[in-house]
């Protein structure tokens, strides 16, 4: 089981604010490259946009003369293109030799339904696609220019509301709105491991180090799912719902190793950490109100991580806010740190002080060793004084 969280109290703090256009730009989410360098920005009427993660200053504009909403995406594992899906059937492919974006076919195989969800498997073989009412395909680039796409049999009939491959497992954890959380094998056979009834939001597969991936559903409802690698039907689902917190959980990306943070609606984050099983406040909603009671008005579609406990947070009106720990902690680290340097050595110097103040020949003898050049003198000519008496 999960431990809940407990306490409030934000761990980071919100600072710098870019914003991506002066209207409201509706998006929808965005998918980061596997070396975390660059991040796509999607949302509503085909709109796209490059960004640097490290830098949501420095961006490049990505053409497409489309009108669909445009939903969910995710980069090929080797990072050279990703593939955005939307409304309609839309499936668009973005190239990073030239930033170009093109259709990436299969229209015809998605019958103009509403796409929700994508992801790669981790040999970058095939793409899984979801959709609403269940439907769920596996695609791959065809000969012709095209599209080659297979219905996935054993699908429910809830919007698919997220997909993600684990790094080093060969299977995908699917999720939707009431059927549950199921797992895509390496033979493309689709499984449901439970969690049947409960409004789950979205999935991440956070770690190449354990074979686990983490679910949250809306009403606060967390899912440890372990997979089998030889036997994917027999992975493992683990639930709990989260107390001490407020608020529906909408979605959940990566922070860095295997934690993870759990976007909270109104405007707040939640850490999880799969090596220690829990859950911990982040962000807290009030704190973002005294931040910018504009951003804590808006929902989180994104994060994504520059080190271990700092990054950016995307929201759908096309806000980039920075988080990181508060300044005050890292002063107060370092002046924790010069305490304890500085009161052992001051107390050193008191005891010495007063051992030489009692012993003259002490004094001397630390005077010749440590004493300026004139001091050394006078020391010596005191001694032969004293010899002469």
């Not at 491991?193 to 409004?199: A, C, E, N, S, V």
Request: with cysteine; hydrophobic share 40%; glycine share 12%.
């Amino acid at each position: 089981m999960l431990t809940p969280v407990a306490s409030a109290g934000s761990a980071v703090g919100l600072y710098e604010k870019i914003s991506l256009s002066e209207q409201d730009l509706g998006l929808n989410g965005a998918a980061v490259d596997p070396l975390g360098e660059w991040a796509i920005v999607f949302g509503a009427d085909s709109y796209l946009e490059l960004v640097k993660t490290s830098d949501p200053d420095d961006r490049v504009e990505l053409i497409w003369n489309g009108g669909e909403d445009l939903t969910y995406g995710d980069f090929h594992p080797g990072g050279q293109t990703a593939l955005i899906v939307g409304s309609d059937g839309q499936v668009l492919r973005y190239a990073r030799e030239d930033h170009s974006v093109t259709d990436a076919g299969g229209d015809l195989e998605f019958n103009q339904i509403r796409l929700t969800a994508v992801a790669w498997n981790s040999g970058g073989s095939w793409a899984y696609v979801g959709g609403s009412d269940g439907w769920l395909w596996r695609m791959r680039a065809a000969a012709d220019g095209g599209a080659e796409v297979h219905l996935i049999q054993g699908r429910g009939e809830s919007d698919i509301t997220g997909i993600d491959c684990h790094p080093s497992v060969m299977a995908c954890v699917v999720t939707s709105l009431v059927d549950g959380i199921g797992v895509i094998d390496r033979d493309h056979t689709l499984y449901w491991l439970g969690g049947t009834g409960y409004p789950w939001s979205d999935v991440v597969c956070p770690s190449t180090e354990t074979a686990d991936c983490v679910a949250v559903s809306s009403d606060r409802n967390i899912a440890r799912v372990t997979l089998n690698a030889d036997v994917a039907s027999t992975s493992d689902v683990r639930l709990v719902q989260v107390t001490g917190a407020e608020g529906y959980f909408t979605g959940i990306s990566r922070q860095s190793n295997d934690r993870s943070l759990i976007y909270v609606a109104p405007f707040g984050l939640i850490e999880h950490d799969l090596s220690l099983n829990s859950s911990f406040p982040w962000l807290e909603n009030s704190d973002v109100v005294e931040y910018d009671t504009g951003v804590s008005g808006s929902r989180i579609v994104a994060t994504w991580g520059t080190d271990r406990d700092s990054g950016w947070i995307l929201t759908d009106r096309g806000e980039l806010v920075q988080y990181h720990p508060p300044y005050s902690n890292a002063i107060g680290g370092v002046l924790e740190v010069w305490i304890l340097i500085a009161i052992p050595a001051v107390t050193l110097l008191v005891l010495l002080s007063f051992a030489l103040s009692l012993s003259p020949g002490l004094q001397q003898r630390f005077t010749l060793r440590f004493g300026t050049v004139e001091e050394k003198r006078a020391a010596r000519r005191e001694a032969r004084r004293k010899k002469g008496r």
